[in-house]
């Protein structure tokens, strides 16, 4: 274990610490703080640098828990000094963008919210929904995120409609166009009939739309219009015009709610509880509502006033100026508000007003915003709380020592033992951690075709999953201890993923069979094993003959069922795909001249098999170890009346 410590931390060196602290100057600026690896740990601010980064270091029992992990990985800090609060406000922003720091991200990133991204980055930029922003390409942008998924799903497929843009991740031939490029709805950017630099002014238009900017684009349409009309190019007119009518009926099915059709504003409000707070951001252009995002953080280490200054920072320094309106009408006074305005002013590079309205139909807005606000906290913790008793009631059924936080499902698919695959999936407080999955191989030789043996399969995932922790039992580790606190980083083990339960898709067998490799391994007190029957729904657990009792409708057996069914799922689904490229496969052993490598030559230069299918003998021919009989073969074999 002390191989993995390199140096050590500021907490467990006093001198380092001491002298770090002494030396750093009473100004504004930005700190950066640094692990190990030298990796930002956090980037902050703050008018005076002494006094906010010795805050950290005085009292570790009056940090939350969160900054008290993350003050124990620090190893070093920079700093970078500014004239003014407001400088370095902005340097804090960039410096966030650019960085990523860990301990920065304030808002969960739990994929509940998607967001729109245009990949810039690209030769040809793509359009597409995500529920992730983090690591891409810092030249992708991204819009949101926005809570009405559908609203914004029938957006995007709309201006697809309206503009003529690249519809695939990957081209459909390899020498031709499809059929979206004979339609229209394509330009050709698979054979790159469309230069790049043209592509990007329609990708700019519709970037247009999600920026607020439907008016500045119609008005961009309309010039272009009459320029064509002009020159008597009628037929370009006419598309442009059928551009502008779909956008301005695109805008027009947005509500009608502000009666100040003059101002572009942004309306904020937020709602809070112990656990949670919502912040929903209404996007009001032109008098119409374009776009509702929202946004969750967690109360528990920040009160709501902050959380909410947070929420601004971070959404209006990822926006450009043209994107920031002139107005921002706000539920409650930021603390030091005065700061925050003339950084908005500096990022729109024009005055914005901050608005905290007492009456008058802006008063109304707030209220609306903040309306939706509730509705978002009390549907979260609606489904948390659903999501707590269905663990609770696992927990009485099985007799668990507490309440699972992690729970692994286990499944076998083939057919007649062919292509025998292995399913892991995991829920986290009842929730599928997708993230988590594994996959398995079956590398049993006596499992082949024609001879299947699920015990024997359930018994090798069983075995390969648990190999480590039984290592680490030899060592003299305490599992039951790992069990207990594997979500602290600092167990001198490391061990995270340790399961509070397993669960085996299958009847007494299968949970015989898992069982009987935990043994083996060591491990048949550490791991909490039951197992689930699909024809009559019965659940086992080791030592009891019988299946337990239950009534259907309890919520502890219903999360098991889903479990159960996304193990099953999971595995079906690698079986069918490894099935599917055996059976390509098998199609080419049955071409003279062609054996194992071959095949793996040639499915690694063409990628599939319908691309290989498409391509001429001179272009097989050129494959290294190829050559002109065997290419000959090749193509008439696909190319066979």
Known sequence: MNSLVKTI??????????????????????????????????????????????????????????????????????FILTDTEVEALTLESNLIKQNQPYFNVLLKDDKKYP??????????????????????????????????????????????????????????????????????????????????????????????????????????????????????EYEKALKIKNQIKAIFSLTQSQKMIDPDSSINRDVIAFASNKTFTCVQLFQMRSGKLIARIGYTADTKNNCSDIILQKVMEEHYSNLTAVEIPGEIVIEQKLNKSFIFNEWLNELRGRKVRLVYPKKSHKNKLVKLVKMNAEFELNSICHGIEKHKLALEDLSNLLELE????????????????????????????????????????????????????????????????????SRYKEKGIDLSHIRKHKSSIFDPSLINDFPDLILIDGGKGQLNAALKALKKLGLEGDVRLCSLAKKREEIFVPGIGDSLEYLKDDEGVLLLRRLRDEAHRFAISFHRDRRSKNLKRSILTEIPGIGPKRIKVLLRHFKSINALQLASQEEIAEIQGVGNEIALNIWNYFNKE
């Open 115 to 232: 967001y729109v991204c245009i990949t810039w980055s690209e030769k040809y930029p793509r359009i597409f929904i995500t529920r992730r922003r983090r690591n891409r390409n810092i030249k992708d942008r991204y819009y949101g995120p926005y809570v009405d998924v559908s609203s914004l799903r029938n957006t995007i497929n709309l201006l697809k409609k309206i503009f003529p843009v690249r519809q695939r991740i990957r081209p459909l031939y390899k020498d031709k166009t499809c059929l979206n490029y004979s339609i229209g709805r394509c330009p050709g950017v698979c054979q790159e009939v469309i230069d790049s630099s043209k592509y990007r002014l329609t990708i700019n238009k519709i970037a247009m739309v999600f920026e607020g900017r439907t008016d500045d684009l119609i008005s961009e349409l309309n010039k272009s219009m009459l320029k064509y009309s002009e020159v008597m």
């Open 9 to 78: 931390a500021l907490t467990a060196d006093s001198n380092k610490l001491n002298k770090l602290l002494g030396i750093i100057p009473e100004l504004p600026g930005c700190y950066l703080m640094k692990d190990n690896n030298d990796n930002y740990l956090y980037i902050g601010k703050s008018k005076n640098l002494r006094s906010r980064v010795r805050s950290y270091f005085r009292n570790n029992s009056e940090l939350s828990p969160r900054i008290s992990l993350m003050v124990r990985q620090i190893y070093d800090i920079e």
């Open 402 to 469: 507490g309440v699972p936080k992690r729970i692994e499902g286990y499944d076998i698919s083939h057919i007649q033992g062919s292509n025998a695959v292995g399913s892991q999936v995991v829920f986290i407080n009842g929730i599928p951690a997708k993230h988590h999955y594994r996959k398995y191989k079956i590398k049993n030789e006596s499992i082949h075709i024609g001879h299947s043996d699920d015990y024997l399969a359930i018994e090798e995932i069983i075995t390969r999953r648990f190999n480590c922790f």
